[in-house]
């Protein structure tokens, strides 16, 4: 593929490079010749060889998960991504712009759109699939290496497609299990006082409408699940770094950081609720 490709490009800037400096006039026939042939004619002709090379490996790249996979329920919204581990007792939790995998371990994706086109790309382990709304469409990665990498919204999508990313976590085996038997757990109620009333101002201001925080009140399925936000490498889909100062930022000043995004600005907050409600969200974890 990669051959056949690299000897098109060749030919079509060899023509454009001998049209630029061909000196005097062009003889009629040598310019057709070379623009039906070079131009014509050979990617016809490799385009094709190569397709039928191709054809016979279709395939093997729909051939079903290895028995025993992780699964892995991905959705594009308008702009971050809906994150859904299937258990294999069939219990299942759901979080948000992050993913984490086991090392040297298959994982499908099941991957859908809630709204437009999108495409789910981990440039450093594998191939970008297309999001398509009302159809499912499926990718299977086997993770070497532990890391943390980044994924992107390959296909333009609205405004805020460049800030549409996530954070791919590959961990050892056992602490992967161990991330995944606390993640399966309600919230931890809160302890200290100013975490305490950061619940309270949850709920008083209406976040619940649009996010879960299982072992809570707040069951909104309109935006990220934040049962263990605390826990999260970045906010806001990747775009910035977790911690109370990036966190207070998202929460009142939302359309600053990410223009178009839907979820409201809570500018009007006092410091004492903002800074309770940051430290109510930090300990979720």
């Known amino acids: 593929m990669s051959g056949g490709a690299v000897a098109i490009w060749l030919i079509v800037i060899g023509l454009a490079v001998y049209a630029i400096y061909q000196p005097g006039p062009h003889h009629p026939r040598t310019t057709k010749l070379l623009v039906i ?3 014509a ?3 016809t002709v490799v385009l ?3 397709l039928c090379y191709s054809l016979p490996m279709l395939p093997d790249l729909q051939r079903p998960a290895p028995t025993g996979s992780l699964q892995i329920h991905v959705s594009g919204v308008l702009w971050w991504w809906r994150i859904e581990y299937i258990g294999e007792d069939g219990q299942t939790f759901a979080t948000a712009n ?3 995998l086991p090392v040297d371990q298959p994982v499908e994706f099941k991957l859908h759109s809630e709204d437009v086109i999108h495409s789910f790309w981990i440039p450093s382990l594998g191939g970008k699939v297309d999001m398509i709304p ?4 499926r990718l299977q990665l086997h993770p070497t290496r532990v890391g943390t990498y980044r994924g992107a919204c390959a296909e333009f999508c609205g405004t805020a497609h460049a800030q549409m990313n996530f954070d791919v976590v590959v961990m050892p085996v056992d602490e992967f299990n161990d991330w995944l038997i606390a993640q399966r757990k309600d919230a931890k109620p ?3 006082s100013v975490a305490i009333e950061g619940q309270r101002q949850f709920l008083k201001h209406g976040c619940s409408a649009c996010h879960t925080i299982r072992g809570t009140d707040a069951q909104g399925k309109v935006g990220p699940d934040l049962t263990h936000v605390g826990s999260r490498v970045s906010l806001g889909a990747g775009i910035l770094k977790n911690g109370p100062e990036n966190l ?3 929460i009142t000043q939302t359309h600053k950081v990410k223009p178009g995004v839907e979820m409201p600005e809570f500018d009007s907050l006092s410091d004492d609720d903002l800074k309770s409600m940051v430290a109510y969200l930090e300990q979720l974890k």
């Open 134 to 137: 009302g159809r499912q469409t």
């Open 41 to 43: 004619v050979f990617p």
């Open 37 to 39: 042939g070079g131009g």
């Open 98 to 100: 992050e993913i984490r």
């Open 248 to 250: 207070a930022r998202w």
């Open 190 to 192: 809160p302890q200290e």
């Open 48 to 50: 094709t060889g190569l």
